[in-house]
């Protein structure tokens, strides 16, 4: 199914019980933190902006969707030793526009979805630059080829995660 | 009310930014001495290393029994052949303990100071940041076990990292290649000093090196010691590719030693001791040594000392003419090969010794008045160029002391060497006295 315009009240609004909403964020970090040991190339993807774009898209409130994202991505920003926020604002912008998104757009289908993944890691690791390199003064590299490269990598591991995200949320 | 209606999402999310952004700047603007997110991140790991070290713990444990009970395949042939290994090993252990006692010796008498890896502690790198742009990890050791900011993580190949926060039972380790990283690091065989820092894309660099400098490939990287963090003489890694550098700088790749993308276990270093290297005791000693070490002790100074006004007896810190202090072998000492001279006695103010470093001495006759000079007394052995201060013979410390007690005289019985025979050669080749610039010609 293509990517289609709809109304508010055609759209399914979806919600996550508490034990997912805790657990599923809570996995998602600790396998970002435990996954790169073992496997090094997997610093190149972002499970918990998966989970963020997952949650948004599927809630479909952007107060929710920000939230959500605030707090993973604080929670993620803890583990690193750059100072707590980084990764909270991207987050909570990402999870604000794909939440709002989600309200204009259908995107149950696969395709729709990996788009919309490629686009919000995009977005995510603009704001990371802009606010790494402009408030925090970290030596930043940016490089397009790059970073386009590893948004269709998360956008392929998204569509698994979108999918195990679908067995677990639940019609309001 | 209506608008605050419309706009409410817009409005919680400028405000949460706006919450973050200030977080985020208050962050930045204080130092790293009073940390106001510990809280948020004692919770973030809590909730995060205890699945961590459990998912490790399970992994080692499941690897260990397979690999010491199971699968123990070729395990005779490999002991056969690392026993052979050892066998080739200690006979160079034997060479190199000898060259390590004369390198010893050496650092003794010019008086360096060393840094000595002490304590390490192992620990078990558990988890890692997960980002690209923060290279570090955790490691299951923390607070409870001693561990503090910090502290030089090393393991078996090189230089790892630094202990960067410490929590109760586990602990941020910095990678040396994230790019906040810096390491004081030294060329090992063209000597130059550089810092050792990471950059964004992970590469590791060894910066401040000037462009005018001849830096070859494949040259080691060893820890320079002057960060104060890493002890001296640790492998960093290898260079790997020098060009221009943008600057007045070299840019110069290093590979580190140490595989920073699969770490599994690391030492922290928990104590380093600094102190003076003294040669081995226990190994091969000189005769002149022996003889050193049988002297009397000399009693340390007397308040009411008297002037020395007979030969043989000298001012704590001065040297008489034709002392030992004087290079040794005063003219008119005796004939070539034999030194006849009177020794201060140690000066207990600025512990002055004298120590005489000869190839193959063998004393005849009384007692060989030996004492040892750390400062600059020393007479330099036929292996090391004399020093300035050690030819003149008078340390500038004991120089200063004997100022400093007003050449309170003192009567010392004298310690005399009546013939110290040097078989090789005579110590007047090996040493030669300065000449003394006539006074008030100073070069400068």
């Keep these: 199914m293509a990517i289609t ?166 019609r309001t | 009310m209506d ?20 977080g985020l700047a208050v962050q930045v603007k204080r130092t790293t001495d009073s940390e106001p997110t510990r809280l948020i991140r004692i919770w973030a790991i809590g909730a995060v290393t205890p699945l961590e070290k459990a998912l490790v713990w399970t992994q080692t444990s499941c690897g260990n029994i397979w690999h010491n009970y199971f699968y123990l395949r070729g395990v005779r042939a490999e002991n056969r052949s690392l026993k052979a290994q050892i066998e080739r090993m200690s006979l160079e252990q034997v060479r190199m303990s000898q060259d ?102 992970g590469e590791v660099v060894l910066e401040k090196v000037m462009s005018d400098e001849t830096v070859p490939a494949g040259e080691l990287v060893l820890t320079s010691g002057g960060d104060g963090i890493f002890p001296k003489g640790l492998l960093v890694g290898r260079v790997t590719k020098v060009t221009p550098g943008s600057e007045l700088f070299l840019n110069i790749r290093v590979r580190p030693a140490a595989d920073l993308s699969k770490l599994e276990e690391v030492l922290v270093v928990t104590k380093i001791d600094e102190r003076r290297a003294e040669p081995d005791q226990t190994g091969a000693a000189r005769a002149v040594d022996i003889l050193a070490g049988r002297l009397p002790s000399v009693p340390s100074k007397p308040e009411n000392a008297v002037k020395a006004s007979v030969p043989g007896t000298v001012v704590p810190g001065t040297t008489a003419p034709g002392t030992a202090a004087r290079g040794a072998a005063a003219p008119g000492a005796g004939k070539p090969g034999t030194v006849t001279t009177t020794v201060a006695p140690a000066n207990s103010a600025s512990d002055v010794k004298l120590k005489v470093a000869l190839p193959q001495v063998s004393a005849s006759g009384g007692a060989s008045a030996v004492r040892k000079a750390p400062n600059a007394a020393s007479l330099p052995s036929p292996a090391s160029s004399p020093s300035p201060g050690a030819a003149s013979g008078t340390s500038p410390a004991a120089a200063s002391a004997t100022k400093a007690t007003g050449d309170v005289p003192i009567k010392v019985p004298p310690l005399k060497v009546s013939s110290v025979k040097v078989t090789p050669k005579p110590v007047t080749e090996a040493i030669e006295p300065k000449a003394q610039p006539p006074a008030g010609d100073s070069p400068h």
């Design chain 2, 3 to 22: 608008v605050l209606g419309r706009y409410r999402n817009l409005i919680v999310l400028v405000g949460v930014l706006f919450a973050q952004v200030l």
């Design chain 1, 5 to 170: 315009y709809t109304s508010g009240e055609q759209v399914e609004v979806y919600r996550f019980s508490i034990p997912a909403t805790v657990l599923i964020p809570l996995a998602a970090v600790f396998l970002q933190a435990w996954l790169p040991l073992r496997f090094p190339f997997f610093t190149i993807f972002d499970l918990p902006l998966l989970v963020v774009i997952g949650f948004a898209t599927a809630r479909r409130s952007p107060l929710a969707g920000l939230l959500t994202g605030s707090l993973i991505g604080i929670l993620q920003d803890a583990l690193t030793h750059h100072p707590i926020g980084l990764y909270g604002i991207s987050k909570t912008v990402v999870g604000f526009g794909a939440s709002s998104l989600g309200i204009k757009l259908d995107v149950e289908n696969a395709g729709a979805r990996f788009l919309l993944t490629i686009f919000f890691y995009v977005v995510h690791e603009i704001v990371y630059f802009m606010i790494a390199r402009g408030l925090v003064g970290l030596r930043m590299a940016w490089s397009w080829p790059h970073e386009f490269l590893s948004g269709v990598a998360n956008a392929v591991l998204g569509i698994l995660v979108f999918m195990l995200l679908d067995r677990v949320k639940q």
């Design chain 2, 100 to 201: 390590a006692d004369q390198a010893r010796r050496l650092q003794a008498l010019l008086a360096f100071k060393e840094q000595f890896i002490s304590e390490t502690m192992a620990a078990q790198v558990i988890g890692s940041s997960g980002s690209e742009l923060s290279r570090s990890v955790y490691i299951d050791k923390g607070e409870k076990d001693g561990l503090k900011p910090d502290m030089a993580v090393i393991t078996a190949d090189g230089v790892v990292g630094k202990v960067l926060r410490v929590y109760r039972s586990t602990s941020l380790v910095l990678l040396i290649d994230d790019q906040t990283s810096g390491v004081g690091a030294i060329l090992d065989k063209t000597r130059l000093q550089g810092i050792v820092r990471g950059t964004p894309s």
